[in-house]
C-alpha cells in the first residue's frame, strides 16, 4: 500500500497536462458565429429601446430639459425659457431640473450669470407644486434652490477630504484638479445668484466663513483651493455686500477681507494666491470696480457694439438715425 501513492501521483501529472494542452487549445480556436452574433434586448431580458416608446412622463420631461439647457445662450434665452416652463409641471422634474442647471453652470464658469438669471426668471414664473409624502410644505423653486446650493457646496467640501485617501499620485491629481474646478464653479453661481438676489446674504457670509477657516489644526491657513474661491466668490459679490443696508453684512465683508490681508503677507500662502488676494484688496479700495474685465456670456449685438466703441465707430444702431453724408445722398440721388 505504501507505493501506490506515488504511483498514483505520477500517473496524475501528465493527465493534468493533457487537460492543460486541451484547454490552450480551445483558447486558441477562433469564436464561435453565435458568440460574435448581437443579442437583441429582449433575448437577454431587457426590454428594447424605443424612441418615445418606454419613457415615463419625468423621464421624457427631462431629456427636454437637458436639451434645452444644452441649448441655450443669451439670444436664445426667452424663446428656451417658454419651453422649459412649459415642461416642469411637477415638483420632481422640478428638483431634477435645478440639479441639470448647476451641473451645466459647474462645467462651463463662463455662463454662470446666464443661469443666475434662469433660476431668477423660474422663480418668478413657477407655480409651487404640492407638498411631498409626509411634508406640510410645499414645494417651492426658491426653496428647492436653497437646498441645493447648500448640498452643493457641501458636497464640494466632502470631495476635498476625501482626497486624501486617493493613494495614487496620478489619481489625486485628477481629483483635486476635478474637486476644484466643481468648487470654484459652484461658488460662483452661488455669488451670481446672490447679485440677482435670489439667495440673500447670509448664504454668502456662511460660504465665506467656510471657506476661510483653517481646516487642519496644525496649519493657520486654509486650503489653497478654498481661498482661491473665497476671492472668487467676494470678487463677484463684493460690491453689493459694502453698499448694503445691513450692517452686519457691511462688517462681516470687512472681517474677511481683513483675514484676506493677513493672508497675503503669510508666507504659507504659494505667491500666486497671494497676488490673487492682493487684486481682491486693491479691488475693494477702487469702489470695486475689477482691473481686469470678467468674462461672461453676451448677446452678439453687444459684443458688436463693445467692438465698435472699442474701435471708435459710430455704433450701427445710432449710425441709422444718422443724416447721410454728401458723398452718400449723391450716389442716392443718381440711384
Known amino acids: ?3 501506490a501513492g506515488p504511483r498514483q501521483q505520477g500517473s496524475a501529472a501528465p493527465q493534468q497536462a493533457a487537460a492543460q494542452q486541451q484547454q490552450q487549445q480551445q483558447q486558441r480556436q477562433p469564436p464561435s458565429q453565435e458568440s460574435l452574433r448581437i443579442h437583441k434586448a429582449e433575448e437577454k431580458g431587457r426590454v428594447a429601446y424605443k424612441v418615445g416608446g418606454d419613457l415615463g412622463q419625468t423621464e421624457r420631461a427631462l ?11 443669451p439670444e436664445k434665452f426667452e424663446r428656451l425659457l417658454e419651453q422649459l416652463l412649459s415642461v416642469i409641471t411637477s415638483a420632481d ?7 441639470l442647471v448647476f451641473e ?7 455662463f454662470c450669470a446666464m443661469y443666475a438669471d434662469l433660476c431668477l426668471s423660474l422663480s418668478k414664473e413657477l407655480p409651487s407644486f404640492p407638498p411631498a ?15 441645493t446650493c447648500q448640498d452643493e457646496f457641501e458636497g464640494a467640501a466632502a470631495a476635498r477630504e476625501e482626497l486624501a485617501l486617493i493613494s495614487s499620485a496620478d489619481e489625486r491629481a485628477a481629483a483635486e484638479k476635478r474637486v476644484k474646478s466643481r468648487t470654484l464653479g459652484t461658488v460662483r453661481l452661488i455669488a451670481e445668484l446672490y447679485r440677482k438676489e435670489v439667495v440673500k446674504e447670509a448664504i454668502i457670509t456662511v460660504c465665506l466663513r467656510e471657506l476661510l477657516e483653517a481646516r487642519d489644526s496644525s496649519s493657520s491657513v486654509p486650503p489653497e483651493e478654498n481661498v482661491e474661491s473665497a476671492c472668487e466668490m467676494i470678487t463677484v459679490t463684493g460690491k453689493m455686500l459694502a453698499g448694503s443696508e445691513v450692517k452686519k453684512a457691511r462688517d462681516t465683508l470687512d472681517g474677511y477681507l481683513a483675514r484676506l490681508s493677513r493672508l497675503s503677507s503669510d508666507k504659507a500662502m504659494p ?10 484688496l486693491d479691488m475693494s479700495k477702487n469702489k470695486w470696480v475689477p482691473r481686469r474685465e470678467t468674462f461672461t456670456a453676451k448677446k452678439l449685438e453687444q459684443v458688436h457694439a463693445e467692438a465698435e466703441a472699442e474701435l471708435g465707430m459710430v455704433s450701427s444702431k445710432i449710425g441709422a438715425d444718422l443724416p447721410a453724408l454728401p458723398a452718400q445722398a449723391r450716389l442716392a440721388a443718381e440711384d
Open 93 to 99: 422634474i422640478l428638483k431634477h431640473t435645478i440639479s
Open 63 to 73: 431629456r427636454s430639459v437637458k436639451g434645452i439647457l444644452n441649448k441655450l445662450t
Open 104 to 110: 451645466n453652470a459647474v462645467a462651463q464658469p463662463t
Open 271 to 280: 505667491s500666486r494666491l497671494r497676488f490673487l488676494i492682493r487684486d481682491v
Open 1 to 3: 500500500a505504501g507505493p
Open 133 to 147: 409624502e409626509g411634508d406640510d410644505k410645499p414645494v417651492m423653486f426658491r426653496r428647492v434652490l436653497l437646498n
